[in-house]
């Protein structure tokens, strides 16, 4: 007895999935698909002796550095990229003020695309900052082999200690979003 319901079971079943898929005109179907894609861009953490020269008298007031940057070398990415989105998550855990200048540079050090100068207050645990590129306003950014990296240290009245240790971290990603 058990086993006269089980082919009935599976005709009705067949009978089913035959009628959804008969009706289904796959000419219907818009499907927009927009790749995303993530890809880290600069990380760096600084601590006090970062801001001190090697006898740690002098404080220094600035530190710049220029990173190799390849993430618009790929051609797919060069034809489609239609937004860029930066994303910078931030921790300064200095008793003082940063500005964070970003700039994106070609083979030839031009400026390929600035970001507003980034004013961070001191004791932030955790900042996270966004900023949108449109790449049909900025062409120019798909040129970018580089990014510099410039910290300023708001002065005081004093130098830092070598012996409070203190830190400032800064980390980026970039979300490329693809249009075919």
Known sequence: MRFKYKPLI?????????????????????????????????FFELDQLDFLDDTSTIELDSITDVTEFDAFQSSTVRQNLGRVDLLFEIENMFDRNFQVE????????????????????????FIELRESVIIERNPLILNTTKA?????????????????????????????????
């Open 10 to 42: 599976l005709v009705f079943t067949l009978s089913l999935l035959y009628s959804c898929i008969n009706n289904a005109d796959f000419n219907q179907v818009d499907i927009d698909a927009t790749p995303v894609l993530n890809f880290p861009l600069v």
């Open 102 to 125: 970003v700039d994106f540079l070609d083979d030839q050090d031009n400026i390929t695309y600035s970001f507003q100068d980034l004013t961070i207050a001191s004791g932030i645990d």
């Open 148 to 180: 510099r990296i410039t910290v300023r240290l708001s002065s005081s009245s004093g130098i830092l200690d070598p012996d409070v240790e203190q830190r400032f971290s800064f980390k980026s990603v970039g979300i490329f979003y693809l249009f075919f």
